[in-house]
Nanobody, 114 residues
């Protein structure tokens, strides 16, 4: 089984930057896709970014501002967030896909406010 632990969420100002980290344990390998979702208060959870092999995908709302990356040696995936907007405020969840099963972290709260 896979365990995912996010970190890095905090209060940031509009226009600021933040990097989220997700540490994976269990038995996750670089061939398994990983990604980030977010869920704002009262809204449905949405996909933000995904990395599979050397390919990345982003939601239109974050393209050019967010970057997903992966450190396979440390089993860690990152989400670099730049030019943050108030609408980016949400709980951000790390995900991993293994053997047809999606695993979720507990989430980390990002609040963008002045």
């Amino acid at each position: 089984q896979v365990q995912l632990v996010e970190s890095g969420g905090c209060l940031v100002q509009p226009g600021g930057s933040l990097r989220l980290s997700c540490a994976a344990s269990g038995s996750i390998f670089s061939i398994y896709p990983m990604g980030w979702y977010r869920q704002a208060e009262g809204k449905q959870r949405e996909s933000v970014a995904r990395i599979s092999g050397g390919s990345t995908n982003y939601a239109d709302s974050v393209k050019g501002r967010f970057t997903i990356s992966r450190d396979n040696a440390q089993n860690t995936v990152y989400l670099q967030m730049n030019s943050l907007k108030p609408e980016d405020t949400a709980v951000y969840y790390c995900t991993a896909e293994k053997a047809g099963t999606r695993y979720w972290g507990k989430g980390t709260l990002v609040t963008v406010s002045s």
